[in-house]
């Protein structure tokens, strides 16, 4: 049963960087598309950043786009999610979720990856990121 669970969420001031870490153990990543999502209360879930299997395809939200860089280093079961020139706007709860693309015969489709919440099966708990003065 694959587990994922987030770390190296903290306080960081306006312009800062914090690099959260996915770490999974109970299988092999190596196929799954993995995505970063966030949430504040009382808002809905929304997609930040995801990475195909492979590492070459990602696709990020419109306002990470340049500030945030996803990999993943499958030797090691681990994804990151660099965050950089962060503002309070990225304040939220962010978590990483696996979705299971090993299945079918189409190599590109498991390559690729999206960030529509609903494909994902498993995720992990959850990293506080705070952006305050």
């Known amino acids: 049963q694959l587990q994922l669970v987030e770390s190296g969420g903290g306080l960081v001031q306006p312009g800062g960087s914090l690099r959260l870490s996915c770490a999974a153990s109970g299988r092999t990543l190596s196929g799954y598309a993995i995505g970063w999502f966030r949430q504040v209360p009382g808002r809905d879930r929304e997609g930040v950043a995801c990475?195909?299997?492979?590492?070459?395809?990602?696709h990020f939200e419109g306002s990470a786009n340049g500030r945030f860089t996803i990999s993943r280093d499958n030797a090691r079961n681990i994804v990151y999610l660099q965050l950089n020139n962060l503002t309070p706007d990225d304040t939220a709860v962010y978590y990483c979720?696996?979705?299971?693309?090993?299945?079918?015969?189409?190599?590109?489709?498991?390559?690729?990856?999206?960030?529509?919440?609903?494909?994902?099966?498993?995720w992990g708990p959850g990293t506080q990121v705070t952006v305050s003065l």
């Open positions: 990475v195909g299997s492979g590492g070459e395809m990602t």
């Open positions: 979720a696996a979705d299971y693309r090993a299945v079918g015969g189409n190599s590109n489709y498991k390559r690729n990856c999206n960030l529509i919440e609903g494909r994902y099966e498993i």
